[in-house]
């Protein structure tokens, strides 16, 4: 893009020494979110928006707007959002730049970037300074690990880092991070507030009208010495920055819907051990709506389960690790959340040929039973160690027959997908730690250490799950209580977790075999009426089979996680009515229609039928308009040109 910039003077205006500015000839300014709103070009007093070239370091002249005080002034129908630490100005009229329920989102991402920063920081020798965080201490899960915890403090307190890096600061040796999809800038103001031991942030957006309101965002918080507003194609903004000294290190993508246009460039442009944050949305699709249109975005069919959110996840792990293989490349998750409409991973991208080897070991077919929800896994590859050596082989099976040995249906085949461990226990710990020492740093600090605790209690090696409600549902019995399942299967001497992706769901090591062995001793204190039962049924054959184990539904103490205990805000409810994801933004970033009078004006259409004819002359018609109706007065819909029905706005 041709940027044609005039001479830099400061202008006075109200008595005010506003800072410099350029003007751009190709950019426009959303001037107001209201309708019929005036749209001009952007003047020497406008922020600036450009198309910057990431790899070069800031302005001289940003670093003095930070030292003014903000000069940007509230325009006519525009509102101001605060969210963190972070003022944020939308058109009023505009329903797309921001969902106040992905605050949570928000959060969790400042949380883990920090953390990430501070173990990135301390190898270049600079120390993270975050306000109200006291001497840390990191929450282990055994003994040994609290003493190398200390070990590694006495060392690292004898070599203690001279330089400090604080929020809001430049700093020389810092992250370098990428908001590819940034529409109003928020997330990316708030790294620039919240985040220590940032050198920059590039806030990039391919509408101009976004870009310039992310200009005006940075230039209000007064971070313009850190952000930098960017209007290009994602992806080809990535590709360019490929070059190992030109990477990212961080880059967080979270667009509306699907990312699996954005992940080819996103492998490549992140930094040797960078941290790559990817949000989806299009959990129809990953949750086994659309397997098809799974398979095509991300290499892996989805298939309906009750373990959807947490297979989701691990799609899109897949396919993150099988783009980043194309480039010798791989991944090593350190979080992965499904938490309301959408799933959140955070990993780190390795280059390593030796290592890519292993990646067809990591991923697992599922086979999946229509009758009653048992599962089995498949690997993809195998791999024997000897020695120093790794031998790798393909993969045997199937590991079921045709039909289900447990109720005769039959299998429906889902993935490949990720089956390694979806988080680092080790991370996951320090991140929790640093927000439950600071709880007053973030909004949902409650629900973010509710989360985090439950991670932490899951069985890392044990993917997917079951759901107490199914299995009972399958047999037609009433639902043991969640403690008593737990129970069973720990005197059964198998492990057992939940999930934090479902609230009735169970992860255990246990075989379906054992899993229907108990469900079988609960039916027999708690009989169903077999003779309702179809002898097809899954529940009939399920039942007729004697259980080979002898149940204890007798609650232990081990059965109720700590997080559970504590009462910890694990599920919350919804916060607010419509809390969903918002429409998608149209092209141009032009402003949309009010949400709720759309859902208004399709709702219960289907239901409330037309019996009286004289009540289609309420309704506009669709060929008169296209003048093709060849009815004339006899129309049964009005031919009126009046503007009486609500309509597409232009």
């Given at each position: 893009?041709?940027?044609?910039?005039?001479?830099?003077?400061p202008?006075?205006?109200?008595?005010?020494?506003?800072?410099?500015l350029?003007?751009?000839?190709k950019?426009t300014?959303?001037?107001?979110?209201?309708?019929?709103?005036?749209?001009?070009?952007?003047?020497?007093?406008?922020?600036q928006?450009?198309?910057?070239?990431?790899?070069?370091?800031?302005?001289s002249?940003?670093?003095?707007?930070?030292?003014?005080?903000?000069?940007?002034?509230?325009?006519?129908?525009?509102?101001v959002?605060?969210?963190?630490?972070?003022t944020?100005l939308?058109?009023?009229a505009?329903e797309?730049f921001?969902?106040?329920?992905?605050?949570?989102?928000?959060?969790?991402?400042?949380?883990?970037?920090?953390?990430?920063?501070?173990?990135?920081?301390?190898?270049?020798?600079?120390?993270?300074?975050?306000?109200?965080?006291?001497?840390?201490?990191?929450?282990?899960?055994?003994e040994?690990?609290?003493?190398?915890?200390?070990?590694?403090?006495?060392?690292?307190?004898a070599?203690?880092?001279?330089?400090?890096?604080?929020?809001?600061?430049k700093?020389?040796n810092?992250?370098?991070?990428?908001?590819?999809?940034?529409?109003?800038?928020?997330?990316?103001?708030?790294?620039?507030?919240?985040?220590?031991?940032?050198q920059s942030?590039?806030?990039?957006?391919?509408?101009?009208?976004?870009a310039?309101l992310?200009?005006?965002n940075?230039?209000?918080?007064?971070v313009?010495?850190?952000?930098q507003?960017?209007?290009?194609?994602?992806?080809?903004?990535?590709?360019?920055?490929?070059g190992?000294?030109?990477?990212?290190?961080?880059?967080?993508?979270?667009?509306?819907?699907?990312?699996?246009?954005?992940?080819?460039?996103?492998?490549?442009?992140?930094?040797?051990?960078?941290?790559?944050?990817?949000?989806c949305?299009?959990m129809?699709?990953?949750?086994?709506?659309?397997?098809?249109?799974?398979?095509s975005?991300?290499?892996?069919?989805s298939?309906?389960?009750?373990?959807?959110?947490?297979?989701a996840?691990?799609?899109?792990?897949?396919?993150?690790?099988?783009?980043?293989?194309?480039?010798?490349?791989?991944?090593?998750?350190l979080?992965?959340?499904?938490?309301?409409?959408?799933?959140?991973?955070?990993?780190?991208?390795?280059?390593?040929?030796?290592t890519?080897?292993n990646?067809?070991?990591?991923?697992?077919?599922?086979?999946?039973?229509v009758g009653?929800?048992?599962?089995?896994?498949?690997?993809?590859?195998?791999?024997?160690?000897?020695?120093?050596?790794?031998?790798?082989?393909?993969a045997?099976?199937p590991?079921?027959?045709?039909?289900?040995?447990?109720?005769?249906?039959?299998?429906q085949?889902?993935?490949?997908?990720w089956?390694?461990?979806?988080?680092d226990?080790?991370?996951?710990?320090?991140?929790?730690?640093?927000?439950?020492?600071?709880?007053?740093?973030?909004g949902?600090?409650?629900r973010?250490?509710?989360?985090?605790?439950?991670?932490?209690?899951?069985?890392?090696?044990?993917?997917l799950?079951?759901?107490?409600?199914?299995?009972?549902?399958?047999?037609?019995?009433?639902?043991?209580?969640?403690?008593?399942?737990r129970?069973?299967l720990?005197h059964?001497?198998?492990?057992?977790?939940?999930?934090?992706?479902?609230?009735?769901a169970?992860?255990?090591?246990a075989?379906p075999?054992v899993?229907?062995?108990?469900?079988?001793?609960?039916?027999?204190?708690?009989?169903?009426?077999?003779?309702?039962?179809s002898?097809?049924?899954p529940a009939?054959?399920?039942?007729s089979?004697?259980?080979?184990?002898?149940a204890?539904?007798t609650v232990?103490?081990?059965?109720?996680?700590?997080?559970?205990?504590?009462?910890?805000?694990r599920?919350?409810?919804?916060?607010?009515?419509?809390?969903g994801p918002?429409?998608r933004a149209?092209?141009?970033?032009?402003i949309?229609?009010n949400?709720?009078?759309?859902?208004?004006?399709?709702?219960?259409k289907?239901?409330?039928?037309?019996?009286?004819?004289?009540?289609?002359?309420?309704?506009?018609?669709?060929?008169f308009k296209?003048?093709?109706c060849?009815?004339?007065?006899?129309?049964c819909?009005?031919?009126?040109?009046?503007?009486?029905?609500?309509?597409?706005?232009?």
């Amino acid at each position: 893009m041709l940027v044609r910039t005039t001479r830099l003077l400061p202008l006075t205006v109200s008595g005010r020494l506003r800072p410099p500015l350029s003007y751009s000839a190709k950019q426009t300014f959303w001037r107001s979110g209201g309708s019929g709103a005036p749209w001009r070009r952007l003047s020497s007093m406008d922020p600036q928006v450009t198309t910057v070239d990431p790899s070069s370091g800031n302005n001289s002249d940003s670093t003095s707007v930070a030292e003014e005080p903000s000069a940007v002034e509230l325009l006519p129908e525009e509102t101001v959002v605060k969210e963190g630490k972070a003022t944020i100005l939308f058109p009023n009229a505009n329903e797309v730049f921001y969902n106040p329920v992905q605050e949570f989102n928000r959060d969790l991402t400042c949380a883990v970037i920090t953390e990430f920063a501070r173990d990135l920081m301390a190898q270049r020798g600079v120390k993270v300074l975050v306000p109200g965080e006291k001497e840390r201490v990191v929450v282990s899960l055994s003994e040994e690990t609290n003493e190398a915890d200390v070990q590694t403090a006495e060392k690292n307190g004898a070599e203690e880092p001279k330089v400090t890096a604080r929020i809001g600061e430049k700093c020389e040796n810092g992250l370098r991070v990428l908001e590819g999809l940034a529409a109003s800038g928020l997330r990316s103001v708030r790294f620039a507030l919240e985040v220590p031991g940032l050198q920059s942030v590039t806030a990039n957006d391919f509408s101009t009208k976004a870009a310039a309101l992310i200009a005006r965002n940075a230039q209000y918080n007064r971070v313009s010495h850190l952000l930098q507003a960017s209007c290009r194609d994602a992806s080809m903004l990535m590709y360019e920055m490929r070059g190992k000294k030109e990477r990212y290190d961080v880059i967080d993508l979270d667009p509306y819907g699907s990312p699996a246009a954005f992940l080819d460039a996103a492998v490549q442009a992140v930094s040797e051990g960078g941290l790559l944050c990817v949000t989806c949305t299009d959990m129809a699709v990953m949750a086994g709506n659309n397997g098809e249109t799974c398979y095509s975005k991300y290499g892996s069919v989805s298939i309906k389960a009750k373990y959807c959110h947490e297979m989701a996840l691990r799609i899109i792990l897949h396919s993150l690790d099988q783009r980043a293989g194309v480039y010798q490349r791989y991944i090593q998750p350190l979080l992965s959340i499904s938490a309301d409409f959408y799933i959140r991973v955070f990993v780190r991208v390795f280059t390593g040929q030796a290592t890519v080897k292993n990646s067809a070991s990591k991923q697992a077919l599922v086979y999946n039973c229509v009758g009653c929800g048992s599962f089995h896994m498949q690997r993809m590859g195998r791999r024997i160690s000897s020695g120093k050596h790794m031998k790798y082989s393909a993969a045997t099976g199937p590991p079921v027959g045709p039909e289900c040995e447990h109720c005769g249906q039959r299998h429906q085949l889902g993935g490949p997908f990720w089956a390694e461990a979806i988080h680092d226990l080790e991370f996951v710990q320090k991140v929790l730690a640093a927000v439950s020492g600071n709880p007053s740093r973030f909004g949902t600090s409650k629900r973010i250490e509710g989360m985090l605790s439950m991670v932490t209690e899951e069985l890392e090696d044990v993917p997917l799950y079951y759901t107490v409600d199914n299995l009972s549902s399958t047999i037609r019995c009433n639902t043991p209580s969640l403690l008593q399942f737990r129970s069973a299967l720990l005197h059964a001497g198998h492990r057992v977790s939940l999930s934090h992706a479902c609230k009735n769901a169970v992860k255990t090591d246990a075989p379906p075999g054992v899993v229907w062995d108990i469900m079988r001793c609960w039916e027999k204190t708690n009989p169903v009426k077999r003779e309702k039962l179809s002898e097809t049924s899954p529940a009939f054959k399920i039942l007729s089979t004697e259980p080979s184990l002898e149940a204890c539904f007798t609650v232990r103490e081990d059965a109720n996680p700590q997080s559970r205990k504590r009462h910890l805000t694990r599920f919350q409810e919804n916060p607010q009515a419509f809390w969903g994801p918002k429409a998608r933004a149209k092209a141009g970033g032009s402003i949309t229609t009010n949400l709720q009078d759309k859902r208004k004006k399709f709702q219960n259409k289907r239901k409330n039928q037309i019996t009286d004819s004289s009540q289609l002359k309420n309704f506009p018609c669709k060929k008169f308009k296209q003048g093709t109706c060849t009815h004339g007065d006899n129309c049964c819909y009005s031919h009126s040109t009046e503007q009486k029905y609500d309509e597409k706005p232009e």
